[in-house]
């Protein structure tokens, strides 16, 4: 088992990361269902099969952890993780050897996890808002906390077609890890409580 980090962020609120070591054989003994689940039948590159794997096993693992039910993950309309007979809410992320996931017992949630990369310089006018350009340092760092938000919230919102420059704004100093984000649609604007953690060369960000 690979639980890598495991984080109470409240009383409601916890995430946790898994570290893919195991083979696609090992996984699938972990968990030999999804040899029957069509969502991961339809995928045919290996890394993404571990990834699919392996936030399925973490999802068990922290509810386990916490003594919550488990009747199995779907999808919802909008295509967003949700879990089986369960109010609870769960948001996942992956990205090359780690999965994480993220589960709220009261409310909507988001988490997205990125490796710090130079190519986020590419896309980043794309999806920032005139506000976060003239806001931020143009890090490759600060824009990928800025991407990850974005998603995060995204999954938060769960409903798909939102405009990340538009609709998804970021409003952050520098240097800090907790910050607010806002998502704006249809003249309403929900305001969200996020974390950005650095795991190595990769950025976390979570919806507190």
């Known amino acids: 088992m690979s639980l890598l980090r495991h984080h109470q962020i409240s009383e409601h609120t916890f995430w946790g990361m898994w570290e893919i070591e195991e083979t696609l054989e090992d996984l699938l003994d972990i968990f030999p269902e999804a040899i ?8 045919h590159i290996e890394l ?29 309309e909008f295509n967003k993780a949700i879990l089986l007979d369960s109010d609870i809410h769960l948001s996942i992320s992956h990205c090359k050897d780690y999965a994480i996931a993220i589960i709220d017992t009261k409310k ?7 490796l710090v990369s130079p190519r986020i310089q590419l896309v980043a006018k794309k999806f920032l808002s005139d506000f976060e350009k003239n806001n931020t340092c ?31 704004k970021v409003i952050k100093n520098s240097n800090a890890t907790a910050f607010t984000g ?27």
Not at 48 to 76: N, T
Not at 183 to 206: A, C, L
């Open 36 to 43: 029957h689940h069509q969502d991961f039948t339809a995928i």
């Open 108 to 114: 909507s949630t988001g988490i997205d996890i990125e």
């Open 182 to 208: 806002e998502i704006i649609k249809d003249e309403i604007t929900i305001p969200v409580e996020m974390i950005s953690e650095k795991f190595g060369d990769y950025i976390i960000v979570y919806c507190k």
């Open 138 to 168: 143009w890090s490759d760092e600060e824009l990928t906390i800025y991407w990850c938000a974005k998603e995060a919230m995204y999954k938060l919102y769960g409903r798909k077609q939102l405009f990340f420059n538009k609709e998804l």
């Open 48 to 76: 993404k099969q571990k990834q699919w794997l392996a936030s399925r096993i973490l999802i068990q693992k922290l509810l386990e952890i916490h003594q919550l039910p488990y009747a199995g993950i779907s999808k919802d």
